[in-house]
């Protein structure tokens, strides 16, 4: 079974160059005084309802009372202390965030979301804000399968409407079953009712090192490289202010501070200024 410390540093951070970043723009630029904080200026005052599904550990979950916590929730609260903004988290599930960004439910959405082009086509994207991945996750006693051809006429595992679920799709003769979420899926798998999840890497290693899912281990190498991104509407004018203040936010430190918090190394490596 992979470790989680050697698989993210190692493996995540190796094989897909750098899984954890440190900087959204490589800093591009020094980072404003709050007095004349470019994202303040623009967002100072507003409201902004964000919409996430809390059940995908570390990034969104709820805790002991409740409260949603996670690497997402802090990043979007940091983000919108320093636009001048008040953010207002809205659990929903997550093939319906982008429904709701369209219909103007909500503002925004940080939910662990890969930016693709096909969802590119309907909502924006902020710049990525974490670089990630997709894993294979087997049974413990399970050494057949280690690379997506080993899934061909296997039964599958997903969460419904992720990059995970399209992956699984595209293998041929296998069964695949949706979820609402991921630890779903995992704890499918765990029960011996599946031959194999297919799931974003962090947030596997976080559900089996947590001890949530017994008798899992994850397997191979990356299948993907990923971007995630915070989804907005169309032309959303609080773009540039979510930029301004993620990019403010690695620049000062914080950024790798809400990192170590949750995977507990310090962030490495540079993202790019865009996904595709």
Same mark, same amino acid.
């Given at each position: 079974?992979?470790?989680?410390?050697?698989?993210?540093?190692?493996?995540?951070?190796?094989?897909?160059?750098?899984?954890?970043?440190?900087?959204?723009?490589?800093?591009?630029?020094?980072?404003?005084?709050?007095?004349?904080?470019?994202?303040?200026?623009?967002?100072?005052?507003?409201?902004?309802?964000?919409?996430?599904?809390?059940?995908?550990?570390?990034?969104?979950?709820?805790?002991?009372?409740?409260?949603?916590?996670?690497?997402?929730?802090?990043?979007?609260?940091?983000?919108?202390?320093?636009?001048?903004?008040?953010?207002?988290?809205?659990?929903?599930?997550?093939?319906?965030?982008?429904?709701?960004?369209?219909?103007?439910?909500?503002?925004?959405?940080?939910?662990?979301?890969?930016?693709?082009?096909?969802?590119?086509?309907?909502?924006?994207?902020?710049?990525?804000?974490?670089?990630?991945?997709?894993?294979?996750?087997?049974?413990?006693?399970?050494?057949?399968?280690?690379?997506?051809?080993?899934?061909?006429?296997?039964? $599958?595992?997903?969460?419904?409407? *992720?990059?995970? %679920?399209?992956?699984?799709?595209? @293998? #041929? /003769?296998?069964? !695949?079953?949706?979820?609402?979420?991921?630890?779903?899926?995992?704890?499918?798998?765990?029960?011996?009712?599946?031959?194999?999840? $297919?799931?974003?890497?962090?947030? *596997?290693?976080? %559900?089996?090192?947590?001890?949530? @899912? #017994? /008798?899992?281990? !994850?397997?191979?190498?990356?299948?993907?490289?990923?971007?995630?991104?915070?989804?907005?509407?169309?032309?959303?004018?609080?773009?540039?202010?979510?930029?301004?203040?993620?990019?403010?936010?690695?620049?000062?430190?914080?950024?790798?501070?809400?990192?170590?918090?949750?995977?507990?190394?310090?962030?490495?490596?540079?993202?790019?200024?865009?996904?595709?």
């Amino acid at each position: 079974m992979i470790k989680r410390s050697q698989f993210i540093k190692n493996t995540v951070l190796g094989l897909s160059g750098a899984l954890l970043l440190a900087a959204c723009n490589g800093g591009d630029q020094p980072a404003a005084a709050p007095e004349a904080d470019g994202a303040a200026s623009s967002a100072a005052g507003d409201t902004w309802t964000v919409g996430t599904e809390p059940a995908f550990p570390p990034f969104e979950s709820q805790g002991d009372g409740g409260e949603l916590v996670g690497f997402d929730i802090d990043l979007m609260e940091a983000i919108g202390e320093r636009a001048g903004a008040t953010v207002e988290f809205q659990s929903l599930p997550f093939d319906g965030l982008i429904p709701s960004l369209q219909t103007g439910a909500i503002d925004a959405a940080i939910s662990g979301m890969t930016i693709t082009e096909e969802r590119e086509q309907t909502v924006d994207f902020s710049r990525p804000y974490f670089r990630a991945g997709l894993a294979i996750a087997v049974a413990e006693d399970d050494e057949a399968i280690k690379t997506l051809s080993d899934l061909e006429n296997k039964a $599958i595992a997903v969460q419904i409407g *992720t990059t995970g %679920a399209n992956q699984a799709a595209d @293998i #041929p /003769g296998a069964e !695949v079953s949706t979820f609402d979420s991921a630890p779903l899926a995992l704890q499918e798998l765990s029960n011996g009712n599946v031959d194999a999840v $297919i799931n974003d890497a962090p947030v *596997t290693l976080d %559900a089996i090192n947590s001890g949530n @899912i #017994p /008798g899992v281990k !994850v397997v191979g190498e990356l299948l993907t490289e990923e971007y995630y991104g915070i989804a907005l509407p169309s032309d959303s004018p609080n773009i540039e202010a979510i930029n301004t203040a993620l990019d403010e936010l690695i620049e000062d430190g914080t950024y790798a501070e809400i990192y170590e918090k949750w995977f507990g190394t310090e962030p490495e490596g540079e993202l790019p200024e865009s996904a595709l």
